[in-house]
């Protein structure tokens, strides 16, 4: 699904990504975690599509990236400068869907679908200011799933929310990923969620980041915030993640 | 709390007017030189049902609205011009700060020997002064479009005309807005300016042809309270559209600070 080959990135001298090989399977949810200034958001950069890797190459299903990914849909941890303002909610979520050609009666429907399947089908007409920081973020995944992504990129998408609203969210995550089969890196500075979220953990260094671990989750589905976190299966690996986040061996 | 605000404000014009009635009555102020407040408004409302006067109020509301027209459509593309592209903008900025400051009334020789009939160089005046505060403020909402507005939309994959369109432009109307209102206020002063100076129809012309007339004053103030009354009367529809159409704006404003 995903290929990354040899990535390296700098800005100025100052390098961050040190070359970074990883592969992704379909279907797979990956969570990339590591110290913050690691590069997590310039590596999710570059695979939208949106900032030009120094070196190396990204392949998604064996083509190289391009430009920005027709297949692709990208959460961003600031959903109020992500959001239009100027529009409703249901605006915002269909409005991607123009890309599609589809009718405008019908980019209604889907965006009602994914406003549904967020929890938020009574927010449609409101604007995006006037739904609380948890709802707004609620409204950026209706406009990704909405769009039917092969492929989800979130960076920090629950940064800018209280604790209860982020646990609402992961559970949120975990619920939506079987909808359309969608592949989902998420990218995280919290070891504990990427671990809960996760059916896959990827460790980057400090910059010039390089991958220093790559865990697979195999905690029971479906999670749960509060036994999930119990099981010794979840302890072992937030310590073994947390380990290598730090740079302890381990 | 907005009532009594309103009620202050007129408590305070009608205390004026009373001051200066008195002032004129009593001898204080010779009424031949200032003409009495009762005087005064009596004429104002006379002028609202004079034809003659009427079609003058025509005449300069029309070149006002045509130089903001031609202003809109030509500064809102430069300012979107100048504020996506920066070398185009840095190339031009040394022209533009020699532009700028320099009053438009202070053009109206230059614009009255280029333009003929008088008419279209009160609306080439008018194009001129508008265009600055329309310019700038497009070309500052330009720069304020938040990037990563910009990125969401890039990220599903749109073209930067489809950004342009889509994000660019919503973004930047509210500021467009307040240059509209702000170079709306200003076609009034430059369209009287140049009545007064080189007479034509308007306002202005009028003012000088009643102020030529001995024991004219009274019509040459009623003539000034209309030209005072129209400014403030379409600076409150501009201000109250634009609350209306971006409250989205003035609720991020407000949530930011």
Same mark, same amino acid.
């Given at each position: ?15 961050? #990504? ?40 990204? #392949? ?34 269909? #409005? ?20 549904? $399947? ?18 707004? $973020? ?25 604790? $209860? ?49 790559? #865990? ?8 749960? $915030? ?25 | ?75 809102? !593309? ?7 592209? !920066? ?6 900025? !040394? ?7 320099? !009053? ?56 930067? +005309? ?74 409150? +529809? ?20």
């Amino acid at each position: 699904m995903l290929e990354i080959n040899h990535l390296r990135h700098s800005y100025g001298s100052h390098e961050v #990504l040190g070359g970074i090989d990883l592969k992704v399977d379909e279907g797979q949810l990956l969570c990339i975690v590591g110290p913050s200034g690691c590069g997590k958001s310039t590596l999710l950069r570059s695979i939208a599509g949106l900032l030009k890797p120094t070196q190396g190459e990204i #392949l998604i299903n064996g083509v190289p990236v391009a430009g920005t990914p027709d297949n692709l849909a990208v959460v961003f941890q600031d959903y109020s400068r992500s959001l239009f303002p100027w529009m409703s909610v249901a605006d915002n979520v269909a #409005l991607p869907l123009r890309r599609k050609g589809m009718s405008g009666a019908r980019r209604r429907t889907s965006a009602l679908e994914a406003l549904e $399947q967020v929890g938020l089908e009574g927010a449609a007409a409101k604007y995006p200011w006037q739904l609380s920081g948890g709802m707004q $973020q609620r409204v950026a995944i209706a406009r990704a799933l909405a769009y039917r992504p092969a492929f989800m990129l979130m960076d920090e998408p629950f940064g800018s929310v209280d604790a $209860q609203t982020r646990e609402d969210l992961e559970d949120l995550v975990l619920q939506v990923r079987g909808v359309h089969g969608m592949t989902i890196v998420l990218i995280t500075h919290d070891i504990d969620e990427s671990v809960y979220v996760g059916d896959r953990v990827v460790v980057l260094s400090k910059a010039p980041s390089r991958i220093v671990g790559d #865990l697979s989750v195999g905690l029971p589905y479906p999670r749960d $915030q509060i036994a999930t976190r119990q099981l010794p299966e979840f302890v072992r690996l937030r310590a073994d993640v947390g380990r290598l986040v730090r740079g302890v061996p381990g | 709390m907005t009532v009594r605000k309103v009620l202050r404000g007129a408590i305070g014009v009608a205390g004026f007017l009373l001051v200066a009635e008195a002032a004129g009555r009593l001898g204080l102020i010779d009424p031949t030189i200032l003409p009495l407040t009762s005087t005064v408004l009596g004429r104002t409302i006379g002028l609202a049902a004079d034809g003659d006067f009427l079609s003058e109020v025509g005449a300069t509301l029309l070149a006002c609205f045509a130089g903001l027209l031609i202003a809109i459509v030509l500064a809102v !593309p430069a300012g979107v011009a100048l504020g996506t592209l !920066p070398k185009v903008e840095r190339a031009t900025r !040394p022209l533009l700060e020699f532009l700028r400051p320099i !009053p438009s009334l202070a053009l109206i020789p230059l614009a009255l020997f280029v333009f003929i009939p008088t008419h279209n160089a009160k609306i080439a005046l008018i194009v001129y002064a508008c265009t600055w505060p329309l310019l700038i403020n497009t070309m500052y909402g330009v720069r304020d479009v938040d990037p990563l507005a910009k990125e969401t939309l890039r990220s599903f994959g749109f073209g930067s +005309l489809a950004v342009l369109w889509r994000v660019t432009m919503p973004s930047t109307a509210p500021f467009i807005a307040t240059g509209i209102r702000l170079a709306a206020s200003v076609t009034l002063i430059v369209a009287v300016s140049v009545e007064l100076v080189a007479g034509g129809e308007g306002i202005g012309a009028f003012l000088t042809h009643m102020s030529t007339g001995a024991g004219n004053m009274d019509f040459v103030l009623a003539g000034t309270i209309w030209a005072g009354a129209i400014g403030l009367v379409a600076n409150f +529809l501009l201000t109250g559209a634009e609350r209306r159409l971006f409250r989205w704006h003035q609720e991020r404003v407000g949530g930011t600070s």
